[in-house]
């Protein structure tokens, strides 16, 4: 895996849930998706409620990513018998960007389970990347950098 030498880009998002509906934001402000995730009884629809011009493929993807993985932070919370607070909320930036004419894309997560023990939370947050779909698709692909907080 090639390192990004020069940044040219980062899509920003920010995605938190309650139990009826979630919703990723992107961090330009051009991006406002309400998601809701798969097989969890409520619409499978996903609503734009606000998107301004031109959202870029890096929050795009940001944002599909996120809503997976909080849902899979989910999964693994049942699988471990543990309860989510209610704060929990995942941001993740997708730098694009270039090392010598190639251009790739990174990924940095940031995890948040307030009022969680740091083990648990890391566990959740190991187990999250396991079951995500989108974490699959990249692993060994793109570098991600995970940071967990509690």
């Known amino acids: 895996m090639s390192k990004i030498e020069k940044v040219l880009f980062t899509g920003k998002t920010h995605t938190a849930a309650s139990a009826r509906d979630g919703a990723a934001r992107g961090g330009h402000g051009r991006i406002d998706i309400k998601t809701s995730a798969s097989g969890s009884g409520t619409s499978q629809e996903q609503s734009f409620?606000?998107?301004?011009?031109?959202?870029?493929?890096?929050?795009?993807?940001?944002?599909?990513?996120?809503?997976?993985?909080?849902?899979?932070?989910?999964?693994?919370?049942?699988?471990?018998?543990?309860?989510?607070?209610?704060?929990?909320?995942?941001?993740?930036?997708?730098?694009?960007?270039?090392?010598g004419d190639a251009y790739f894309i990174e990924a940095r997560f940031n995890v948040i389970l307030p009022g969680m023990s740091q083990a648990d939370a890391e566990a959740l947050a190991h187990r999250g990347h396991e079951i995500c779909p989108y974490s699959k698709a990249t692993h060994g692909n793109i570098d991600v950098a995970v940071r967990v907080t509690v």
Do not use: N
């Open 49 to 99: 409620d606000a998107v301004l011009a031109h959202p870029t493929a890096e929050q795009l993807f940001a944002g599909a990513w996120s809503a997976c993985y909080h849902s899979a932070i989910g999964v693994a919370a049942q699988e471990k018998k543990l309860k989510l607070p209610d704060g929990l909320a995942v941001e993740i930036e997708i730098d694009l960007g270039q090392t």
